[in-house]
Structure formats: C-alpha cells, structure tokens
C-alpha cells in the first residue's frame, strides 16, 4: 500500500460507476438481449407433482405443433451430458443421489424438469410443451425434515439407504460442565422459512454450439464463468478450451446464479444436439420452483448463563431440509455447516456443542444465497443473547460487551476452528449507539410503551466468512478457483484495459478494480477499462461470491498494477536514459521522482514501445501486458464483523411489524469505494428484512408450492422499507498489502436477527416474543394469544 | 393482425400475434430491449413503458392494444434527454446496481416527478412501491428521485 498512499490513490474515494451510463440508458445487455442467427428456444415440461414415477412420455403431438424443431426427453439427453452428484469429499459422510438434466425414470420435486421442447420462439416452445403427455405415477412425497429420517418415510433415493445427506456434531470445550455451572438455562426452537433469491432479471442462458469446429459459446447469466466452463466441458464431453462462457449484464445474482441447474445444463446439451443456438429464459413461475431455495431451518439452541450474564456455554441442534439432490458443485450442506459453525464466533465462551443433520425431502433444491448460513445463526445466537438480557433483567448492550471476544483476544480461533485475525466488536458497538443515539431510543420507546404505543429495538452483533481460499471448496473436489488473476494492458494511447476473473452482477466490482488498478499504476480511474466475464479473455478466475471480489480480484489487481507500473517505468527509463528508480508515475505521466517536473507522457511512452522500438536499447524489451494472481492462504478466510439494529413499531391490533429505521455499523477491512460499500449494505439488508418479514416459499404437505408468483411470495417494496444508516469501521487485514476484505453479505447475515430482536423487545412487555421466520401479522397475533 | 403505433416518435406497423405482449413486441419485434421483463404478471414494473402519455405494464397489455398509440420506452425518453437529470442523479447516488429495474424505476420517477413536483420521501417510496428492486433496498433510489426533485424545484423558481 505505500505506493497507493504515496501517490493518487482512489483507495476510499465514492467513484461514480461508468457502467451505470448504459445501464441508465436502457442499453445494458442481459442474456435475454442476445439473438444469434438460426437461434431457437427451449421450454421444459416439469413435474407437476412432488414425487412420481414416470412411466411414459408422449411426444407425437408436442412434434406436431408448426415451429417445435425438437422434443428431448432425459433418457434421450444421457449420451450426450453426463449426470453429476453434489457432494464434497471433506464433508465427510456425505452422500447425494446422480442429478440429470432432465429427471430419467422419476420426478423429486415440483417443477423438475422431464422433457424439453425447443422451437422457433418460446411462445411455440410453450404450446409444444402443453401437448407433451406424460404417464404420471405419484409417489409419496418427503416434505416435512423433522420426519425426513423416520423409518415409516419414504427414502426418496432407495439407493442412498435413508434420507440423510450430512450430518455433523461438533463440540468445543465441555458443554455439559457449562449448563452443570449455569445460573439459568435458557431454551428455544427457531423455524425459519424457506425463501429465494427473485433475481428481477430471471436466470438465462443462451447456448451456441458450432458443429463444425465443435465449439460451444455460452451466454449466461452467471456469476462464476470459469466454474461453468469447467463443468460444461466435462459433462458434455467437450475440450475445455472450446468451451467458452461470457457473462454480459446480469441483473442481479445474490448466490442464485452460482449453482448448476438442470435447465442450464439441458439447454446446453440441446444446442449440441441440434448444432444450433438454443436459448433459455426462466419465468417467474418456473423461477420459483426451480432456482434454488435457502434456509428452511429447525434450529433448537440452549443457552447456558450466569446471573451476571456471562455466557457460559451453549447447545445448538440444527435440522434442515434441502430437496432431493444437494446442489453441484457446492453442494448444500454448506448452509447448516456454517450455520452451526458460525453461531457462537462473536463471543468469548469456549463451551459449545453443536449438531446438524441435512435431510433429503420433495421440495426445490435447497443451497446457498446471500449469506450462507448466517441469517439464521446469528438470529438465533442474538435472540438467545436478547433473551437472557431480558430474563436477568439486565442491558442487552452490556450483555453483548461483557461476552464479546475483545481487542486483545485477536488473533483469535473461535470455538469452531474458525481464525480471527482480528475483529472490532467493541469499536463497531459504541459506533452504532453513537450513531442512532440509542439511549434516547430506549428511553422514547419506554415512554411511548405508556401511551399502548408498542416499538422495539434489536440488536444484532453478527462476523461475516469472507475471501475464502482454497479450504473451501478446492479441497473438497470441486473445480471452484479459489485464486484469482488480473491482466493489465497499457494500449499504445497510454491508456490501461484491465481484465478481472471476479466478475460483476451490479456490486460495481469493475469500478472497484478501476480504483485499484489506477491508484497502483498512477493513472487517472477514467483511464481504466474493466472488463470481466468472459473465459476466452479474463485471466482463470472464481468469479463473484463469497464476498471476494474485494479479497480476491482487488489484491490481485493490485499486485498487476504494481508490476506494469515497474514495467511501464523501465521503458520510460530507457527512453529517458535514466534509472527507473529515479522517476514515477502521477496521472497518466511520467514524472521526476524527487522534483514531480513531468518528463513524458504514458501516449508517448507507448507510441515509443510500440511502433518505435528501435529507437530502444536493442537488448531492451518492454512488457506492456502483465498477469499476476492472488490466493489468500495465509488464513481460511478473512473474517469480517458488524452489528446491525432495527426500529420496529408494532400494531398489537393488527399484528403487523412497521420497520421505521435501521442501522448498520460494518467493518470489512480497508474500504476501496465507500458508496459501494454502503449500498451493498443497505440492498443485503433488505434482502434479510425480507426474510425476516415477508418472503416465505410455503408448500403443502403433498409437496406442492403455494406461494409461487409474486402476488403471493411478497418481496421488500420501497412503501415497507426504512431508511437505513450505514458507518463503517477500518480494520485492513495485514495478510493481504490491500488490506482489503468482502463487504457483499453482512447485511443480510445480520438483518434477520436484528428485526427479529426488535419485534421481540416491543412485544416483551406484552408477555409474547415470536421465534419463527417469516414474522407474519398472523405469527403476531398468535403469539399475543389474539388467535 | 396488423398495428400501427408510433414508438419513441417513429412510426411502425408491423404483423404480430393477437397473444403476444407489448414488452415482448418491443423487446423481440423492434429490438429495443431496454424494458425488462420480470414477473410477467404486472407486480415488478420491471416492464414499465408509457403508452400515450400514461405508465402502463408492457407485460399486461398486448401489442394489439397498442394499435394507433404513442408509445415510448426507456431507449425514447433517454434519447431525448427528456430524464437526463433523473440518470445523472442515479448515478450519482448509485441508485442502481445491476440495472435491471433502472428503465422501470426511471420513467415512473419521471411520471411522480411530472404530477407532483415537490413530492416528499414518503410520496417517492408510494410512487416507487410498484418496481421491484432487488439489489438497492431503495435508500439510493429515493434519494435520487428526491434530490432530483429539489432540482428541478429550484430551476423552476
């Protein structure tokens, strides 16, 4: 960082996105705008029911239909793409069933895709999938996780011998001693609702494969290029270098567009079929029974205090339920893994025991969204913390101060194994009471509680998993790049184009490199291009989740910068006849070091390199192109930590929750872009708002979706929604010379619990406190005993 | 069957299908792919156009519909700088991220902007209660429409 702070340095400056020009324009391009010549379209018959047996399809009359030019059915698709298996071989145990592109022999899940129907438009595609009969032959359906593994259920995959994906215990210290020494013990069971992503622009994808040279050009909307390009060449047969996957705009991903869909996957086994582009668009109707679903969890969490409100230990059992397959790659045991492990981190006790179990059921294939795990832990860890608060009669911040791990615990190891290098849960406290002057809250709250005026506040302390390295993933099997490369070119004008393998769905991730790459360089950020999302030109990359684009693809960024810097200097060196130690460069100029007196410009510098080397040294070459990566390995990932409240006002009449302010205070290390930062803050919040609130994928006991459109899944609309105030606390990390980390998910990982706390505190006095997710008027009224 | 319409002032007849929609006739048949499609069953305004003056839902409406009337789209009113303020301050607030709601959350700011000059925070989050925006959490938006606002107030005076 020395040469960033020495020169001009956007590091910390709110940059104006440039792509936000086209996007304002209306000129953006999503994969739903690209048309390619001869390109057809696919509609996919699904399953209408939960579990069945398929004993016939009938396609003749789909065939029939004017414009259909094909209908493929799974048995037919199995030659041409290999089926695959979501499991990770370091979680130990694990087992899934062989997942296909469109279901052979059975359906196990509502909207699972059995036959394929591709025609001139999607319109035709439709009324060809409309004619596809298929012989149906129901089988009773799993739904219900807390009966999943019963000896009187149904395994949904004979072959796998139970309904059981992972399970997992862990225990830290000695549990039993803990609740032995407890003044109080404390016990409560969490259910949280399943919900999903509703990425406004629906998963896309657009397939074009060239028979001739057999290569295939995929368009997706997606977050991890590379991870595809991987996967498509291994189970289509395909050479990797021929497989090529571009991302243009993606309209929003949040974990929704990082997983592997059997869709996708169909529409790309259907251009190789027919040897032409074959493109998908998702509805919203089969958006929600076929994107991947979050959460649904039964957490029963015990917690073991002292009158004084030391936390001395905690129990935490977890149960949820992820549809028939864990997802590939990442599989979906990833969820209840962090959700146990993640629960205590912010606290000092070392006393801990936890289990999880993973079960298979007939519902949408359930894995990881915005936040993986921690929504739930930390709403369940800060609720158990407010309720002992309440209990002992004592202050929820002083609770929270006197168990935190404090500032001269760091470097610290949680008691799931996690490394804090270090964290600043006292800074971000008193910054956050500063902030939304929170006594005087407490003190209005408490006077308007005397006019029947019932507000609560909630706290919520939460750490965040960001810049994971190769322990993540890579260990486990799965091709998931958990390095990252930068390639820097200086063009002859002096101006930089900059290729990123992180990749950009709207967090402004290529502005971010910008400000990196300018300030390392020592250009101006205009003079920057970013470009990102395409295999055939970005260097081999992760792509965007996890929170690492900052982590990640802004180190290697930097480390790119500071190479072609010194490239660029020999060059100038060797034009100036001088040594390149004794010049640098400041806004696109080559300057005398000691005396800033300006000795070239970059367009010179480069007309020189260029197209008149020979007026150079002749043993001298210049290198105008760089490449460096970054993996983080000094740590498993770079923690970060925040603490979030709401505001609520509750109508005891009614039941229904008025958010009317939030706070958020984040640490996510050295901050590139504020603004950025910020709004990814407030937009992660209201996606946890939401769940905490309103978004919940209800189904029947027969396994069928209820609330599949948007008139009755609700989603978080500007009516419902508070101002949120964010600040921010600086902790860089020393492992990485940025000094950067992830900032895309800690709203949403502290959001839920926050609101959560809020309700609670404004029902306290009422008697009644809600444990479940979504928190409905109805879940309100229930608990007030008003039902 | 055959319509005539004019489309971000230029006039255009063309034959489509009785069930095609007016977003998808914009998007597929004129190419103008600046208005999204969303939920196709009007809830996230994702489609928003303005079809003689009016806001309406292009997935709501058919193409048929629109025979005789004057339609325009986020490709229009940006090209005539009609809302060059309102881009600017969404920028400038980063009240977009992945751009997707943008064409529908612009012109119906405009359309609040254009019947209510002075309207307050808690008039924008009313206006704006239709577009579903997943990425903002809307903070960034309202305040671009209400600072916007203020501008334009003020040039007034």
Redesign the interface.
């Known amino acids: 960082m020395s040469r960033i702070e020495k020169g001009r340095s956007y590091i910390g400056e709110s940059v104006?996105?440039p792509q936000?020009?086209?996007?304002?324009?209306?000129?953006?391009?999503?994969t739903?705008?690209v048309?390619l010549p001869r390109m057809l379209h696919v509609a996919f018959v699904r399953s209408p029911h939960a579990h069945a047996r398929i004993a016939s399809i009938d396609s003749a009359e789909a065939r029939a239909v004017a414009g259909v030019a094909a209908v493929v059915t799974g048995e037919e698709m199995t030659s041409v793409c290999s089926g695959w298996v979501g499991t990770l071989a370091h979680f130990q145990g694990m087992k899934s069933a062989t997942q296909r592109p469109l279901a052979v022999g059975k359906a196990s899940w509502q909207g699972e895709p059995v036959a394929a129907v591709v025609a001139e438009s999607r319109?035709i595609a439709e009324d060809g999938a409309s004619r596809v009969r298929v012989g149906w032959e129901p089988l009773p359906s799993v739904t219900d996780p807390e009966t999943a593994l019963d000896a009187s259920t149904p395994v949904i995959h004979p072959e796998l011998g139970d309904n059981l994906a992972f399970k997992l215990e862990l225990s830290s210290g000695d549990a039993e001693a803990a609740f032995k020494n407890a003044d109080v013990v404390l016990t409560e069971t969490f259910t949280m609702g399943r919900h999903t992503?509703?990425?406004?622009?629906?998963r896309a994808i657009l397939a074009d494969f060239d028979p001739s040279e057999r290569r295939l050009t995929v368009y997706h909307s997606f977050q991890a290029p590379n991870m595809m390009q991987d996967i498509l060449a291994r189970h289509l047969n395909l050479p990797e270098q021929d497989v090529r996957v571009i991302c243009k705009?993606?309209?929003?991903?949040?974990g929704i567009k990082v997983h592997i869909y059997p869709d996708e996957m169909a529409t790309c086994a259907l251009s190789v079929m027919l040897g032409r582009p074959v493109k998908f668009t998702a509805?919203?109707l089969e958006s929600f029974v076929s994107d991947i679903h979050a959460r649904e969890h039964r957490v029963k969490a015990e917690l073991a205090v002292k009158r004084d409100g030391t936390i001395l230990g905690m129990r935490v059992d977890d149960l949820t339920g992820i549809g028939p397959y864990s997802v590939y790659p990442r599989t979906s045991a990833v969820e209840g893994n962090q959700t146990i492990r993640l629960a205590p981190g912010v606290y000092r006790f070392r006393d801990y025991a936890a289990s999880l179990r993973v079960v298979f059921q007939n519902k949408t294939p359930m894995c990881q969204y915005r936040a993986v795990g921690h929504p739930i832990a930390f709403a369940v860890m800060e609720a158990m913390v407010d309720r002992a608060a309440r209990e002992l009669g004592l202050d929820p911040v002083e609770v929270r101060r006197k168990n935190y791990v404090t500032a001269e615990m760091y470097p610290h190891t949680s008691q799931t194994g996690y490394f804090f290098e270090r964290l600043s849960h006292e800074e971000v406290l008193h910054k956050l009471l500063e902030m939304s002057d929170y006594r005087a809250l407490c003190a209005e709250r408490d006077a308007l509680r005397k006019r029947g005026v019932h507000r609560g506040l909630g706290l919520c302390a939460f750490i965040e998993l960001t810049t994971p390295g190769p322990a993540f993933y890579g260990v486990g099997g799965a091709r998931i790049s958990s390095q990252d490369g930068c390639t820097i070119k200086l063009e002859p004008s002096g101006k930089l184009t900059c290729m990123t393998g992180v990749t950009e769905?709207?967090?402004?991730t290529d502005t971010m490199i910008a400000q990196v790459v300018a300030s390392a360089v020592g250009v101006a950020v205009e003079d920057v291009r970013v470009l990102t999302g395409d295999t055939m030109v970005s260097p081999y990359g992760g792509g965007t989740w996890a929170s690492r684009g900052a982590g990640i693809g802004g180190e290697a960024a930097l480390q790119t910068g500071k190479t072609i810097r010194g490239n660029i200097l020999k060059v100038a060196a060797a034009i100036l006849q001088c040594e390149p130690e004794d010049l640098d460069i400041r806004l696109g100029k080559i300057v005398d070091l000691m005396t800033g007196e300006v000795r070239l410009d970059l367009a010179e510098l480069g007309r020189v390199a260029y197209f008149r080397p020979d007026t150079l040294p002749k043993d001298f070459q210049s290198e105008l192109t760089v490449t460096r990566h970054y993996v983080p390995r000094h740590q498993g990932f770079a923690f970060t930590n925040g603490i979030q409240l709401s505001h609520v006002e509750v109508d005891v009449a009614t039941g229904f929750v008025r958010l009317l302010k939030h706070w958020c205070v984040e640490d996510c290390g050295r901050i590139i872009n504020p603004?950025?930062v910020?709004?990814q803050m407030?937009?992660?919040?209201?996606?946890g708002i939401g769940a905490a609130l309103y978004e919940h994928l209800v189904y029947d006991q027969q396994g069928q979706l209820l609330t599949g459109?948007?008139?009755d899944y609700l989603?978080?609309?500007?009516?419902?929604?508070p101002?949120?105030m964010v600040g921010h606390v600086e902790t860089p990390t020393a492992y990485a010379e940025g000094g950067f980390k992830g900032a895309g998910e800690a709203?949403t990982a502290g959001a839920p619990g926050a609101v959560l706390n809020a309700v609670n505190d404004a029902l306290a006095p009422l008697g009644a406190r809600v444990t479940s997710q979504p928190i409905t008027p109805e879940l309100v009224l229930r608990a007030l005993g008003a039902l | 069957m055959q319509i005539s319409l004019t489309v971000n002032g230029v006039a255009v007849s063309r034959r489509v299908?009785p069930?095609?929609s007016l977003v998808d006739f914009l998007?597929?048949d004129l190419?103008?792919?600046?208005?999204?499609?969303?939920?196709?069953?009007g809830?996230?305004g994702?489609c928003t156009v303005r079809v003689d003056g009016a806001l309406v839902r292009g997935c709501l409406m058919l193409a048929v519909q629109a025979d005789g009337c004057r339609v325009e789209?986020?490709?229009g009113v940006?090209g005539t700088g009609e809302v060059f303020d309102l881009?600017q301050a969404?920028?400038?607030e980063?009240a977009?991220?992945?751009?997707?709601?943008?064409?529908g959350m612009?012109l119906t700011a405009q359309d609040l902007l254009a019947r209510k000059p002075g309207a307050s925070a808690l008039e924008?989050?009313?206006a704006?209660?239709?577009?579903?925006?997943?990425?903002?959490?809307?903070?960034?938006?309202?305040e671009a429409v209400r600072t916007t606002a203020e501008a334009r107030t003020k040039a007034r005076a």
Do not use: K, W
């Open positions: 104006v996105r936000t020009a086209r996007l304002l324009a209306g000129r953006g391009v999503f739903d705008d048309a319109a992503g509703v990425t406004l622009e629906a705009d993606v309209g929003g991903s949040f509805d919203r769905q709207g967090q402004g603004r950025l910020d709004e407030r937009g992660a919040i209201v996606q459109t948007m008139m989603v978080p609309m500007a009516a419902e929604m101002e949120i709203g | 299908e069930r095609q998007r597929y190419e103008l792919t600046g208005s999204h499609v969303g939920c196709e069953h809830v996230c994702a789209t986020i490709e940006a881009q969404f920028a400038q980063n977009l991220q992945c751009g997707f709601c943008t064409p612009l924008i989050r009313e704006l209660s239709g577009n579903y925006c997943r990425c903002t959490g809307y903070h960034a938006i309202v």
